[in-house]
C-alpha cells in the first residue's frame, strides 16, 4: 500500500504526486521529461501518478478518442516501468475528491492569479470561446497535488509555474484556516527538462503539433520510423557535436541532450563519445540508435498490456481506491476547515 502509514520507515518519506494528460500520443518530451524520471522515483518515495482526463477536456475532446487515449496512458506509463506495487497510478476523474477540492480551492483562488499563468495566456490566444475550465486549470491541478499533501512535483519547466501557483494556493488557504496542507515544491530535471522539436529546435517537443511531420518522436515509432525522424532533425552548417547555449546551434544541443538522458551519461562523457564522430550524420544516426534501444522494450510490453483492458482496467480501479483512501480524509479536513462539514443525519434527513 502507497500510503504514509504503510510502514514507521516510510512516516519520514517524502510524497511525490505528478500528473500527465491523455490528450494525444506520448512522445519522446513526455517520456526523457517526465516518465523515465517517474520510473526512478519510484524506488525511494511514496509516489502518486495520475491520468489527468479533467485536465484533458478543459479544451474539446473527442469522448470516444478520450477514453482511447486515456487506456493508452495507463498501458504506456506501466509499459515504461512504473509499477503498482510501488506507486499509486490511478485517473484523475475516478477519484471525486479532485473535482470537489478544485471547487473549493476556486474560492480562496483570485482570478488575476489564474489570469497571469502563460499557458492560460498561450492557449486562449486567438481562440473564439475559452471555457472558464482552462481557466481554471492551475486550480484543479492545485488540488491534485495538495490533496496529497505532496512534497514533491516532478515536471518539466513548462509546468514549473503552475505548481509554484498551487505553493501560493496551499499558503494563502492556510494563512486563512489555520495550517492544513503541506506547500509542494516543484522538481525539474536538469536535462530532459525540454525535449525540441525535431523539425524545429526552437519550440519544445509537444503533442500538439505531434502531427507535423518531423516534428516528435512517438512512444511508439518503430525503429524505421524513429531512425527516419532523426536523420531529418534541423542542425546548422557547421560540424562541432558539442553542447551549447547559442540558438544557431540548438539542433545539436537537443540531440545531444536526448542522448544524455537515454544513456545517463555527464557532458563530457557526452561530448566524448563523439568526438571522433564522422559529422552530423554520424551524430543523428548514433542518437536514433540509443532511442530505438531505449524504447524497444516499451513498446513491446505496452502491446501486451493494450491487449488486455479487462486487466488494464482492474489496475486502474486499484490506484482509485488508494489514491481515496489518501485524497478522501484530507478533503473531509478541508470542509471541516471551512465550515462546510455539518454531520450528515442517517437515513438522510
Ligand atoms: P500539450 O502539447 O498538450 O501541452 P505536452 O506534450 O506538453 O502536451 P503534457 O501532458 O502537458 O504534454 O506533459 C506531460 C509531462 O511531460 C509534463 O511533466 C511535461 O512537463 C512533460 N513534457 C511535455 N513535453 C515535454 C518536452 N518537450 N520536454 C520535456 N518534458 C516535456
Ligand atoms: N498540467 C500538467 C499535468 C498535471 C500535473 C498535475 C502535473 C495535472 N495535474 C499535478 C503535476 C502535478 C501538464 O500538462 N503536464
Known amino acids: 500500500m502507497q500510503t504514509r502509514e504503510m510502514s514507521a520507515a516510510a ?116 481562440q473564439e470561446r475559452v471555457s472558464t475550465g482552462l481557466l481554471g486549470y492551475p486550480v484543479l491541478m492545485a488540488a491534485d497535488i495538495i490533496l496529497y499533501d505532496a512534497d514533491e512535483v516532478p515536471v518539466g519547466v513548462d509546468q514549473k509555474q503552475h505548481v509554484e501557483l498551487a505553493r501560493d494556493i496551499a499558503a494563502r488557504f492556510n494563512r486563512l484556516y489555520g495550517e492544513t496542507f503541506v506547500v509542494p515544491e516543484p522538481v525539474i530535471p536538469e ?70 538522458v537515454v544513456t545517463g551519461r555527464s557532458k563530457d562523457e557526452v561530448e566524448r563519445d563523439f568526438e571522433n564522430a564522422r559529422g552530423y550524420g554520424d551524430l543523428k544516426s548514433r542518437v536514433a540508435e540509443v532511442v530505438i534501444e531505449e524504447l524497444r522494450p516499451v513498446r513491446e510490453r505496452y502491446r501486451r498490456l493494450i491487449g488486455d483492458v479487462a486487466e488494464l482496467d482492474a489496475l486502474m480501479a486499484v490506484g482509485a481506491e488508494r489514491a481515496e483512501d489518501v485524497s478522501g480524509p484530507k478533503l473531509r479536513e478541508v470542509k471541516d476547515r471551512i465550515g462546510l462539514a455539518l454531520p450528515r443525519m442517517a437515513g438522510g434527513g
Not at 509499459?79 to 503498482?84: R, S, T, V, W, Y
Not at 524513429?226 to 558539442?242: M, P, Y
Open 11 to 126: 512516516v519520514e518519506e517524502k510524497r511525490v504526486f505528478s500528473g500527465i494528460q491523455p490528450s494525444g500520443e506520448l512522445h519522446l518530451g513526455n517520456y526523457l521529461g517526465a516518465i523515465k524520471g517517474w520510473v526512478e522515483r519510484q524506488r525511494e518515495k511514496v509516489n502518486f501518478f495520475c491520468i489527468v482526463d479533467l485536465h484533458a477536456i478543459t479544451v474539446p475532446q473527442d469522448p470516444e478518442s478520450l477514453r482511447r487515449r486515456t487506456r493508452s496512458v495507463a498501458a504506456m506509463l506501466l509499459a515504461a516501468g512504473l509499477d503498482p506495487d510501488r506507486c499509486t497510478l490511478f485517473i484523475q476523474s475516478h477519484v471525486s475528491a479532485h473535482a470537489e477540492g478544485c471547487w473549493l480551492l476556486n474560492c480562496v483562488t483570485p482570478i488575476g492569479w489564474l489570469e497571469r499563468m502563460t499557458q492560460f495566456k498561450d492557449k486562449s490566444a486567438g
Open 191 to 260: 536535462v530532459g527538462a525540454r525535449v525540441m522539436g525535431l523539425n524545429d529546435p526552437a519550440v519544445k517537443m509537444s503533442k500538439t503539433h505531434s502531427d507535423v511531420r518531423g516534428h516528435a518522436v512517438g512512444m511508439l515509432d518503430d525503429p524505421k520510423e524513429i531512425e527516419r525522424s532523426f536523420k531529418r532533425a534541423v542542425t546548422d552548417s557547421g560540424n562541432e557535436i558539442a553542447f551549447s547555449n547559442d540558438p544557431g546551434k540548438a539542433g545539436v544541443n537537443n540531440l545531444l541532450g536526448i542522448y544524455k
